[in-house]
């Protein structure tokens, strides 16, 4: 089985490892702990996936957060306080929203320290995180995504670009066969998201005991995604309604809702039936897979091919593979457009929903050392352009030979990716005559940037002092204390509110023991005033207690129907009935 199959190289830990498929739609996670079956942790409606977004809502003085199926309804009664799309939401910088990316990583590590809880006697706290993120992401757009979850308590191990993680899944799945063993091949993974699409050149080099794999190259584009066919199908959906519903955010978040079904099920069926009422009339309408492709069709075909082209720009080898992953993938229209392009090789051979996150995992296991039987070997590597710039002076290409300097007190570095200063160094230097020759060591960081490892003079290391992207600790720690108190806040709000349960349930436990008049009063008075927890325990304890006060008569009824019976029961043994002839005597 699949299950039993991961499990065998993930060991024990005396630590939890989260791992994070943070999708533009939905965000998928798995915990890895002692104790806790390797597979993706469930929300509270027992989903395999999580909703990447929320709403947030003001109540009196409250602010109230509303996550996944909750989350999705209050979009629909009010628009203006839903969040969703956080991962595509980039600011100008290009950066996620800190905060709001925070609170959906805090509420995904609430919830896997509760499933830990829930079903181990180990449980503790999840602090370490792995983050799978697009390849083109920049430096500033991936410390975005480490700050948002340092805020909200996570420890982040490393990233690992999507299409990377979908190879190491697929890898470490399909093992290697020492007779048939292939030393060498290329795979493509084709993603097909809600925000995006992109395609990532794989390279894998096999032994018998483990695979290396690396990202070779990737090409993207935004021109197809799920939400640009939710797009296409829900103007299929307006063009039978009046203009007016554009101008109304309720209605048109229907219309979304109603969009992404029909979508689905055009992509297993010719047609979709949609209904949708507007200021109190029912409008009705088929919706034909052959107009949708019909809108969209050239777009997506056109699109794709020049994705593929550049990805394979270059390329002179033999894809083994197209591995297809992603929800749009299931588009018929997309499926149709990949088996033109490459013909028998489109595969399916990883879970098009899941493969992200096991891949993702597995890195996090592979960077801290837990991983054992057969290895995946990660070689890294970044598609940016890197180059340094020391005393501000002219800029050089990255992994120069050793050069030569007269005597300075410091050195001044800066690392530039894609023209955008990431990191800056400070390298003390001490005395010397004459020049003395320099060097650089240069790697990838886990989170897929540039660093400098260390600087050597004549063979000599210096100390270094290094400065890099990302919000500072004060920055930081405002905005942990502002989702610390609205945590409290939903702490208690929780409290309340199964108090709020117990104390009904008592009320309509009492109302069976015959106090009808107190119960209704005490009813009406949990359902329109708003009580403090305090009034709730005390109003509870009064509840109670009149309970206690039932339960001797109740003892004493139930003591005497007992009785009773038993005293029927001896009466009727006791009776004995007349002898029936028998056939004989008569």
Not at 43 to 61: F, H, M, Y
Not at 71 to 81: F, I
Not at 170 to 177: E, I, L, S, T
Not at 570 to 584: A, G, I, L, N
Request: hydrophobic share 40%; glycine share 6%; aromatic share 6%.
């Amino acid at each position: 089985m699949k299950l039993a199959y991961i499990l065998s190289f993930i060991v024990a830990v005396n630590a939890a490892l989260l791992g994070i498929d943070f999708g533009t739609a939905y965000t998928k996670a798995i915990l890895v702990a002692p104790g806790v079956n390797y597979d993706l942790l469930l929300t509270p409606e027992s989903k395999r996936k999580s909703v990447a977004g929320l709403a947030i809502t003001n109540e009196g003085d409250d602010i109230i957060r509303h996550f996944d199926t909750q989350a999705q309804a209050m979009c629909v009664r009010r628009p203006e306080s839903c969040i969703m799309g956080v991962k595509s939401a980039l600011d100008e910088e290009g950066k996620v929203n800190v905060e709001i990316a925070a609170m959906l990583f805090s509420e995904l590590k609430r919830r896997a320290e509760l499933h830990w809880k829930e079903t181990s006697e180990l449980a503790g706290s999840v602090e370490d995180a792995v983050i799978s993120v697009p390849a083109h992401w920049n430096a500033i757009t991936r410390s975005s995504i480490v700050d948002a979850a340092s805020v909200a308590g996570l420890n982040v191990i490393g990233l690992v670009n999507e299409g990377l993680a979908v190879g190491i899944d697929y890898a470490q799945r399909k093992g290697n066969n020492a007779e048939e063993l292939i030393p060498e091949e290329y795979h493509l993974v084709f993603d097909c998201g809600a925000g995006e699409t992109k395609a990532s050149l794989i390279w894998m080099h096999n032994n018998v005991s483990s695979t290396s794999v690396e990202l070779v190259n990737i090409a993207n584009t935004e021109l197809v995604s799920g939400n640009e066919f939710t797009l296409v199908v829900r103007d299929m959906i307006l063009d039978i309604l009046p203009e007016s519903a554009r101008d109304d955010a309720r209605v048109m978040n229907r219309v979304w809702m109603s969009a992404e079904r029909a979508k689905i099920v055009l992509s297993a069926n010719n047609e979709a039936r949609v209904s949708l009422e507007y200021q109190d009339v029912d409008y009705n309408t088929v919706l034909l897979r052959e107009e949708f492709e019909n809108r969209i069709g050239k777009k997506v075909n056109e699109s794709i091919e020049i994705m593929l082209d550049e990805v394979l720009n270059g390329f002179e080898g033999e894809l083994s593979s197209v591995q297809i992953v992603g929800g749009s993938v299931r588009v018929p229209l997309v499926q149709t457009k990949l088996s033109e392009y490459f013909g028998n090789i489109v595969s399916k051979h990883v879970n098009a929903d899941e493969s992200c996150v096991f891949g993702t995992t597995y890195y996090g296991a592979y960077l801290l050392g837990i991983t054992r039987k057969r290895t995946v070997d990660i070689i890294p590597s970044s598609i940016h352009q890197y180059q340094f710039q020391y005393n501000a002076g002219n800029v050089t290409e990255m992994y120069m030979e050793p050069f030569e300097m007269e005597h300075v007190d410091e050195i001044f570095v800066n690392i530039i990716e894609n023209d955008q200063i990431i990191q800056n160094v400070t390298i003390t230097v001490p005395t010397f005559n004459n020049t003395a020759v320099f060097g650089m060591e240069f790697d990838l960081d886990p989170i897929g940037t540039v660093k400098i490892v260390s600087m050597k003079m004549n063979e000599t290391s210096l100390p270094m002092k290094s400065t890099r992207l990302g919000m500072s600790a004060s920055e930081k720690s405002k905005i942990s204390r502002k989702l610390r108190a609205m945590d409290t806040g939903d702490v208690m709000r929780e409290t309340l509110a199964e108090a709020k349960n117990q104390l009904e349930a008592a009320l309509y436990a009492l109302r069976e023991l015959g106090d009808e008049e107190f119960v209704s009063e005490q009813l009406e008075w949990l359902e329109y005033e708003e009580p403090t927890l305090e009034e709730v325990y005390i109003k509870r304890e009064v509840v109670n207690k009149k309970i206690d006060s039932y339960l001797p008569h109740v003892v004493e009824e139930v003591v005497e129907e007992v009785v009773d019976d038993v005293k029927k029961t001896v009466d009727k043994e006791e009776e004995v009935p007349e002898e029936t002839p028998s056939h004989d005597e008569l």
